[in-house]
C-alpha cells in the first residue's frame, strides 16, 4: 500500500513559467513533509520541507504548500530554470513511518522537464 | 565538510552470489539509513542504524542485512542474490539535531547489476 503518491510521473513547463508538482499521502500519523530533488547518477538532495503545524514554507523560487485535511502538498517552482529539470521525490516522515522521524517514506517521483 | 560516501559506485553480481556495501557518513552523524531505488518503485527504506543499533528495518526480506560500527560507518549485506535485487542502493545519514525532522544527507549510490 503506498502511503505517498506521485500521480504524475512526469511534467514538462516551459523556462520562466511555474512548476507544480504534486503529491497525496494517506497516513494521518506523517507530520513532516520533504521534497527532494535527483539528478541521474547522483543521490538525492534536500529542497524544502514543511511542517504539519504550517500550511506554507518558502524558499526562494521554491514554495511548498500542505493542505492537511484534503492530504495532499504541492510544490510550486517560480520562475522554472532549464537547471531545474530533475525527478522531484515526496516525502514523508513522523509517526507513521514506524514511530520514528528518521525513517522517511518517498513517493515514486515526477520528471519535471524545462524547456528553455 | 565531506559528504557521504558509498562505495563501490558500480558493481556486477551473478544470481546467488551475495554482495556487501559500504558507507561513510557525514562527520558527526551517527545516524545511517539505506535506501533501494528501482525504476517505477520510487526509493524504498531498508534499515536504519543508530550507534550501532538497528532502529527501524523496512519490509524486505532477510537477505539484506546490515550493521553499523562504533565510528557510525554502515555496511549492508544482501545474500544470495536475485535478479529484482538490480538497484540503486542509497545511504543518507541524519545529523544529531533535536528536531528529528527527518532530513537526510545522502550519498551517491552504489548501482548493483544481478545478471
Known amino acids: 500500500d503506498q502511503q505517498v503518491k506521485q500521480n504524475s510521473p512526469s511534467l514538462s513547463v516551459q523556462e520562466g513559467r511555474i512548476s507544480i508538482l504534486n503529491c497525496d499521502y494517506t497516513?494521518?500519523?506523517?507530520?513532516?513533509f520533504l521534497w527532494y530533488k535527483k539528478y541521474p547518477a547522483e543521490g538525492p538532495t534536500f529542497l524544502i520541507s514543511?511542517?504539519?503545524?504550517?500550511d506554507k514554507n518558502e524558499d526562494g523560487r521554491f514554495t511548498v504548500f500542505l493542505n492537511k485535511s484534503a492530504k495532499h502538498l504541492s510544490l510550486h517552482i517560480v520562475p522554472s530554470q532549464p537547471g531545474d529539470s530533475a525527478v522531484y521525490f515526496c516525502a514523508a516522515s513522523g509517526l507513521g513511518s514506524g514511530g520514528s522521524n528518521y525513517k522517511l517514506t518517498f513517493g515514486k517521483g515526477t520528471l519535471l522537464t524545462v524547456n528553455p | 565538510k565531506a559528504g557521504v560516501t558509498q562505495t563501490p559506485r558500480y558493481l556486477i553480481k551473478t544470481r546467488g552470489q551475495q554482495v556487501t556495501l559500504s558507507c561513510s557518513p557525514i562527520?558527526?552523524?551517527?545516524?545511517v539509513s539505506w535506501y533501494q531505488q528501482t525504476p517505477g518503485q520510487g526509493l524504498q527504506f531498508l534499515f536504519e542504524?543508530?550507534?550501532?543499533?538497528?532502529?527501524n528495518k523496512g519490509n524486505f526480506p532477510g537477505r539484506f542485512s546490515g550493521r553499523q560500527f562504533s565510528n557510525s560507518r554502515s555496511e549492508m549485506n544482501v545474500s544470495t542474490l536475485e535478479l529484482g535485487d538490480s538497484a540503486l542502493y542509497l545511504c543518507?545519514?541524519?545529523?544529531?539535531?533535536?528536531?528529528?525532522?527527518?532530513?537526510?544527507?545522502f550519498g551517491e549510490g552504489s548501482r548493483l547489476t544481478v545478471l
Open positions: 497516513n494521518s500519523m506523517f507530520d513532516y
Open positions: 562527520s558527526g552523524h551517527r545516524s
Open positions: 543518507a545519514s541524519s545529523p544529531p539535531t533535536g528536531a528529528n525532522t527527518g532530513e537526510l544527507f
Open positions: 514543511i511542517s504539519s503545524i504550517k
Open positions: 542504524y543508530f550507534s550501532e543499533t538497528q532502529r
